[in-house]
C-alpha cells in the first residue's frame, strides 16, 4: 500500500462531487435557457463555455490522480486475500509403474 493513495483518493472522491454538482447546476441552466438557445447559439454556447471553465480543474485532478485507482487494483490483484485460505501441500501422484491385480 502506498500512503499517497489515501491522499489521492480523496482529492478524486472531492472532484468527483464537485463535477457532479456541476453537472447538476448545467442541467438547471440549460433549462433555463431561451427556447430557441440550441448548439451554435452564443447564448447556449456561452454558457456551456463557463460551465466548462468550472469542470476543468475537477477533471485536471482526475487526470493527474485517476492513476491511483489503477495502481491500487493491481497491488489489490497481488496481494494476499485475507479471505482466502493459505495453500495447502498436496502430494503429487508417483511417476513409477503401478501394479494391479
Not at 457532479?20 to 438547471?28: F, G, I, R, S, V
Not at 485517476?66 to 482466502?84: E, F, M, N, V
Request: aromatic content about 8%; overall charge negative; hydrophobic content about 35%.
Amino acid at each position: 500500500m502506498q500512503h499517497r493513495w489515501g491522499y489521492q483518493l480523496s482529492v478524486l472522491r472531492s472532484a468527483l462531487d464537485r463535477l457532479d454538482a456541476l453537472h447538476t447546476e448545467w442541467l438547471q441552466t440549460h433549462d433555463g435557457l431561451p427556447v430557441d438557445a440550441r448548439p451554435g447559439t452564443p447564448v447556449f454556447d456561452e454558457a456551456l463555455a463557463e460551465h466548462h471553465a468550472e469542470c476543468w480543474s475537477y477533471l485536471d485532478d482526475w487526470a493527474t490522480h485517476g492513476q491511483a485507482i489503477r495502481d491500487i487494483h493491481t497491488a489489490a490483484q497481488y496481494a494476499p486475500s485475507p479471505l482466502a485460505p493459505p495453500p495447502t501441500a498436496t502430494t503429487a501422484p508417483s511417476a513409477g509403474p503401478s501394479c494391479t491385480r
